[in-house]
């Protein structure tokens, strides 16, 4: 065994192999991989295989598009049979809303270059004559679907790496991680220690106890999972002998099961309402290659569905049970990227569809480690959208929820409960009893809207327009017309402070620095020019800032703010500590002035201030600016101060019309501002040039990508973000929700990144990239929604207030 590494890769199970090949692809080949009993000895040996390229973001079904091509090739260099069956598969759907999901996911897939077609149930049946076509309305096929052999493929993964270099210990416990000063690793063995720079935590079924070893609590737990597998049947025979083919894999939404082809019988999967957690608070080193107990009562409800579905099923005889354990994140991605915290420790986890993601998982993270970026968008995947409080008791109740909704549609205006309420801010009571209807983001319970008063406070689930829609045009009026009031803590907030701070943060950011008492907006960009993130930057003294960024990026970027810090500057996460109230519309300047000494008007407090004021008693820092672009403010306060702030200006507010709006309000708000937002039109494979944020990009100072910036700006950006008004179907009207294609001249150019219904001007807007030169104001283009192209004109400015006069009155 070597003593020393450059990564030592724990765990080999299908996604640590796929992580230790694709290393050796970039080049690192002094690399190893440390399993404790045999390749697959977790959960990889008892897969059933399955693989598809279709998942409701598209960014992962793109690295699952990437994981299935990659087979045929490691099969070939590897010699190692992966025993690849291309059979194709349809998603079935049973109702309406299911057929429209799938709609929505074809259309997702076009700009990916995948090519998967709707099809009558009819036409199902002909693909799939097992089924019982009187219980779907239609299906999505798609090719680019099949079986592989788990065992076969970590194999030549494994097998590909060794040609390239690496070294794989088998037999040989980790029992142990130790850093060192300089954060380097000693991993502790069995078979001795190993000095390594990187270590990767691939431990599958033991990622939580691996990540333990170094007081980590990974948001990820093992449920029990069943298939079956029939003995031969005739009409599987007769299928194959009048096709030649192998049956199609199936899905189905109804049955919350899957199904295929086992040789000559048929293997049957399912995703059991009453879901069990395996091994829920630590997982015994001592479990191998096991399998546990099969529960066929528990799946009982999916098999009487699946026996009338498929009804040859009812009279084959079952050869096999299967129930074995596999990880989930509470949301059912994968936890990949560099741990939060730790240097040189990494993680590719909870990867809960091994065969259809592994690839994808393991080429991502070596191009983070190599090349120090991800180079494919991986948001949904990153370790980092999770914070600390994705505790065990946190995760157990989510990842039941998500096993159990496998199947499900969660539609894009649903809220899941489980694990809910957990972070509330002190005027969650006060919301609540106005008849909030709440959502959550990052563990944060935010209001999105406000019901009337007797109403029952929920949201009808749906792709179109739901029962809130009347009611945030009521608040959207409010805030343009009068003043709203509502509750902004769900900003991620932090302060840098320190000597130095000033230049340190100069040098990360694309703006220059505001002066002390004014906001600005800012990017910051990786070396190559993407965007990391997008911040308010308030400057309260030379070297003392707050900086406003996206709550669900807390994690992601304080990791990335403290992996570049300065000496002598300090960078704080104030998460709650800091809590805020904003007040926007016409007459916001009229509410605050009432309740404050200092002089609000505007040659004394103009738009983009900052500034520690007093508000009544309450000690507050104040900007000059909201979300909304209506004159407005966002006052922040320690949460003890929240509740009597939210009383005072209520109170205040009384003479105006002051009302509440909610998260859907200023979503609809900003998108006839035509503000950008976090994570939709601003993420890492976006630059600032092609997201056009001009405003925030000053030239006249050195900052990280900068070099990339003028490049791109001399050559021009290949693609721009597009600002579109849409025509929705008048006898069905649905709103875009995001990633729809955008089509032109009768192909797909480019994809929507969010929008909403503008309520106060009246129009269906959206976000969206296009190639540059079609970005022309008055160009026309469609965009796809459930199915139906609708026209889309590219507007050149904002629909309301274009030169900005509100906020700044
Ligand atoms: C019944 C069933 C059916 C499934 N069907 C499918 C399917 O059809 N398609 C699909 O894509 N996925 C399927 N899966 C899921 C799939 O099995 C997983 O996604 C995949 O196996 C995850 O691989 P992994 O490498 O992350 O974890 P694992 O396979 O658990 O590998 C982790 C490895 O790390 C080793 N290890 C852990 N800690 C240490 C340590 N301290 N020192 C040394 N070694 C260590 C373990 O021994 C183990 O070998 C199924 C799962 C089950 C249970």
Redesign the pocket.
């Known amino acids: 065994m070597k003593s020393s590494a450059q990564v030592v890769v724990?765990?080999?199970?299908?996604?640590?192999?796929s992580v230790l090949y694709h290393l050796t692809e970039l080049g690192w080949t002094d690399v190893v991989l440390?399993?404790?009993?045999?390749?697959?000895?977790?959960?990889?040996?008892?897969?059933?295989?399955?693989?598809h390229t279709l998942n409701g973001d598209p960014n992962v079904a793109k690295l699952q598009q990437y994981t299935v091509g990659l087979y045929r090739e490691i099969e070939r260099r590897s010699g190692q049979n992966c025993s690849i069956h291309m059979s194709g598969g349809l998603t079935l759907a049973g109702d309406r809303e299911r057929m429209d999901w799938l709609r929505m996911a074809q259309a997702r897939g076009r700009y990916l270059g995948m090519e998967m077609e709707i099809i009558s149930a009819a036409e199902a049946k002909q693909m799939f004559p097992l089924l019982e076509e009187k219980y779907f309305i239609g299906a999505l096929f798609d090719q680019a679907e099949g079986?592989v052999d788990?065992t076969g493929v970590?194999r030549a993964y494994a097998a590909c790496a060794r040609q390239a270099g690496a070294e794989i210990y088998q037999h040989?416990?980790?029992?142990d991680l130790r850093q060192r000063p300089d954060g380097t690793w000693d991993v502790i063995?069995e078979g001795g220690e190993i000095h390594a720079e990187h270590v990767v935590n691939?431990?599958?079924?033991?990622?939580r106890?691996?990540g333990r070893?170094i007081g980590l609590e990974l948001p990820v737990l093992a449920m029990?999972?069943?298939?079956l597998i029939t003995e031969d049947m005739a009409e599987v025979a007769e299928y194959n002998a009048a096709t030649g083919k192998e049956l199609p894999m199936g899905m189905d939404f109804d049955g919350e099961l899957?199904i295929r082809q086992e040789g000559g019988g048929m293997l049957l999967?399912t995703y059991e309402q009453a879901c069990v957690p395996w091994s829920p608070r630590r997982t015994p080193?001592t479990f191998?290659q096991q399998l546990l107990t099969p529960d066929l009562d528990r799946i009982a409800p999916s098999l009487e569905i699946a026996f009338k579905h498929y009804p040859a099923l009812a009279d084959a005889g079952i050869k096999k049970v299967?129930?074995?354990?596999?990880?989930f994140a509470p949301d059912g991605n994968p936890l990949v990227g560099p741990v939060p915290g730790v240097r040189n420790c990494w993680v590719?986890?909870?990867?809960?569809?091994?065969?259809?993601?592994?690839g994808g998982v393991g080429l991502t993270l070596a191009r983070w480690m190599v090349d120090g970026d991800p180079g494919e968008d991986i948001w949904a995947m990153d370790v980092a959208r999770f914070g600390s409080w994705a505790n065990l008791a946190y995760t157990n109740a989510k990842v039941r929820e998500n096993y159990s909704r496998r199947f499900r549609i969660t539609f894009p205006n649903e809220e899941l409960p489980a694990g809910r309420p957990l972070h509330t801010t002190p005027v969650y009571d006060r919301l609540t009893a106005r008849n909030a209807v709440w959502g959550a983001g990052f563990g944060l319970e935010h209001p999105l809207w406000f019901q009337r008063p007797g109403e029952e406070p929920r949201e009808d689930v749906t792709f179109r327009r739901s029962n809130a829609f009347p009611v945030v045009a009521e608040e959207c009026t409010t805030v343009r017309e009068r003043v709203g009031l509502t509750e902004c803590s769900n900003f991620a907030k932090y302060r840098v402070t320190g000597a130095g701070s000033a230049e340190w943060l100069q040098r990360l950011f694309t703006n220059r620095l505001p002066r002390p008492g004014r906001i600005n907006l800012t990017a910051a960009l990786d070396p190559g020019g993407h965007i990391v993130g997008e911040f308010s930057v308030a400057r309260v003294g030379p070297d003392d800032f707050f900086l406003f960024g996206s709550q669900i990026a807390e994690a992601h970027h304080s990791r990335w703010f403290l992996g570049h810090l300065a000496d002598g500057v300090r960078f704080d996460v104030l998460a709650l500590s800091l809590v805020g109230l904003s007040l926007a519309g016409p007459r916001a300047r009229d509410v605050l002035q009432s309740v404050t000494e200092v002089s609000l008007a505007s040659e004394d407090y103009p738009f983009m201030t900052f500034r520690r004021i007093d508000i009544g008693m309450i000690p507050a820092y104040v900007g000059r600016m909201t979300y909304t672009g209506d004159l407005g403010y966002e006052i922040w306060v320690a949460p003890e101060y929240q509740r009597a702030l939210f009383d005072l200006l209520w109170q205040a507010g009384q003479p105006c019309g002051i009302g509440l709006f909610g998260f859907r309000a200023l979503m609809s708000l900003r998108m006839e501002k035509m503000f950008g937002t976090w994570a939709r039109e601003y993420r890492p494979i976006y630059t600032p040039v092609q997201a056009r944020m001009h405003r925030s990009l000053k030239l006249d100072h050195d900052f990280v990508g900068r070099a990339a910036v003028e490049a791109e700006l001399a050559r021009g950006p290949a693609r721009t973000l597009g600002y579109f008004e849409i025509t929705p179907d008048p006898a069905e009207p649905a709103d875009v929700v995001g990633d729809e294609p955008v089509w032109h001249g009768g192909t797909v150019v480019g994809w929507v990144t969010s929008g909403a219904y503008a309520h106060y001007s009246r129009r269906s807007l959206a976000f969206g990239y296009v190639p540059s030169e079609l970005a022309v104001p008055g160009a026309m283009f469609e965009v796809e929604i459930i199915g139906q192209r609708r026209p889309a004109i590219l507007l050149p400015e904002p629909v309301l207030d274009p030169a900005g006069h509100r906020m700044r009155a």
């Open positions: 724990i765990g080999g199970g299908v996604v640590g192999a440390v399993e404790r009993k045999e390749l697959t000895a977790g959960s990889t040996w008892h897969a059933a295989g399955g693989m079986h788990p970590t040989t416990w980790v029992s063995t691939a431990g599958g079924l033991w990622a106890e691996v070893m029990e999972h069943m298939y899957y999967g080193w191998d299967v129930n074995g354990p596999f990880t590719a986890c909870a990867v809960m569809a091994g065969f259809s993601q592994g």
